[in-house]
C-alpha cells in the first residue's frame, strides 16, 4: 500500500513538473517475471522508472542512500524503501553475488527486478559495456528482458549537483528479449557475453547514445 501511494503521488508530481515522453510502455507484460535493462544517467534514474511503470519494480541502490544522516538522510531512506530499492554494498565480490540472488528471488516470485547493466553512472553520456549479470539473471530465470532506454534524465540532477533540475525527460521500452532458448550448446562465460551484448545493443537503439566500447570504471560520487 505504501508503494502503491508514493508512486501513485510522485507520478502525478512528475508529470506536472517534467512532463516525461513514456513510449512503449505496453512492452512491459501486465504479469509475470520480466527483467528491465536500462542505460544509466542520473542517481533520478531509480525514481523515473519505478514511477513510469505501472507494476512494482524492485532495484538495487547503493547503501549509503539507505545511511545519510539529517533529514536529508531520512528523506532519501524512506524514499527509496517506499519505491521498492533494496540497499547493496558495492564494491564488494560478495555484495554482486547478493545483488544476483535478490533479483532471482524476485523473478521467481513473478515480479520486475530492474538493473543496470553497465554498473555505474555514465560519466559523460556515452553508454558503456554491459556486465553480464543481467544474463546471467536472464539465463538462469527464463525471464523476458525489456531493455529500456532514458534520455534527459543526466540533466535533472548531474553528476556533483546537490539539487534536482527540470528538463524534459523520455523513457523509452522495447520489445522482450527472449533467451530462455537457444544458448544451451555454448559455455556460460560465451552465452552471457552474446545476452549481454545483445541487451545493449537494444538499449542504444533506444537511446542513440555513443558507444564508448569500454567498461565504465568510475566509482567514485555513486
Given at each position: 500500500?505504501?508503494?502503491?501511494?508514493?508512486?501513485?503521488?510522485?507520478?502525478?508530481?512528475?508529470?506536472?513538473?517534467?512532463?516525461?515522453?513514456?513510449?512503449?510502455?505496453?512492452?512491459?507484460?501486465?504479469?509475470?517475471?520480466?527483467?528491465?535493462?536500462?542505460?544509466?544517467?542520473?542517481?533520478?534514474?531509480?525514481?523515473?522508472?519505478?514511477?513510469?511503470?505501472?507494476?512494482?519494480?524492485?532495484?538495487?541502490?547503493?547503501?549509503?542512500?539507505?545511511?545519510?544522516?539529517?533529514?536529508?538522510?531520512?528523506?532519501?531512506?524512506?524514499?527509496?524503501t517506499?519505491?521498492?530499492?533494496?540497499?547493496?554494498?558495492?564494491?564488494?565480490?560478495?555484495?554482486?553475488?547478493?545483488?544476483?540472488?535478490?533479483?532471482?528471488?524476485?523473478?521467481?516470485?513473478?515480479?520486475?527486478?530492474?538493473?543496470?547493466?553497465?554498473?555505474?553512472?555514465?560519466?559523460?553520456?556515452?553508454?558503456?559495456?554491459?556486465?553480464?549479470?543481467v544474463?546471467?539473471?536472464?539465463?538462469?530465470?527464463?525471464?523476458p528482458?525489456?531493455?529500456?532506454?532514458?534520455?534527459?534524465?543526466?540533466?535533472?540532477?548531474?553528476?556533483?549537483?546537490?539539487?534536482?533540475?527540470?528538463?524534459?525527460?523520455?523513457?523509452r521500452?522495447?520489445?522482450?528479449?527472449?533467451?530462455?532458448?537457444?544458448y544451451?550448446?555454448?559455455?556460460?562465460?560465451?552465452?552471457?557475453?552474446?545476452?549481454?551484448?545483445?541487451?545493449m545493443?537494444?538499449?542504444?537503439?533506444?537511446?542513440?547514445q555513443?558507444?564508448?566500447?569500454?567498461?565504465?570504471?568510475?566509482?567514485?560520487?555513486?
Amino acid at each position: 500500500m505504501l508503494y502503491d501511494a508514493v508512486r501513485a503521488a510522485g507520478a502525478r508530481l512528475g508529470r506536472a513538473l517534467y512532463r516525461p515522453r513514456v513510449e512503449g510502455l505496453e512492452h512491459v507484460p501486465a504479469e509475470g517475471p520480466v527483467i528491465l535493462a536500462a542505460n544509466h544517467l542520473s542517481f533520478c534514474d531509480s525514481v523515473v522508472i519505478p514511477l513510469a511503470v505501472p507494476r512494482r519494480v524492485r532495484f538495487l541502490a547503493k547503501a549509503e542512500y539507505f545511511t545519510g544522516a539529517g533529514a536529508a538522510g531520512r528523506l532519501s531512506r524512506a524514499a527509496f524503501t517506499a519505491l521498492g530499492a533494496v540497499p547493496v554494498e558495492r564494491g564488494s565480490g560478495g555484495g554482486a553475488l547478493e545483488a544476483l540472488e535478490l533479483g532471482l528471488r524476485c523473478l521467481k516470485d513473478g515480479g520486475v527486478f530492474s538493473i543496470y547493466p553497465e554498473g555505474t553512472r555514465s560519466p559523460d553520456g556515452r553508454l558503456y559495456r554491459g556486465r553480464t549479470g543481467v544474463a546471467h539473471l536472464a539465463l538462469t530465470s527464463g525471464a523476458p528482458v525489456v531493455p529500456v532506454g532514458l534520455t534527459g534524465t543526466e540533466r535533472i540532477q548531474p553528476i556533483g549537483s546537490r539539487l534536482p533540475r527540470i528538463a524534459p525527460i523520455a523513457v523509452r521500452f522495447g520489445a522482450p528479449l527472449d533467451f530462455s532458448t537457444g544458448y544451451g550448446h555454448l559455455r556460460s562465460g560465451r552465452a552471457r557475453r552474446l545476452v549481454t551484448d545483445e541487451v545493449m545493443a537494444a538499449i542504444r537503439s533506444l537511446t542513440g547514445q555513443e558507444d564508448a566500447g569500454v567498461y565504465n570504471g568510475r566509482a567514485a560520487g555513486e
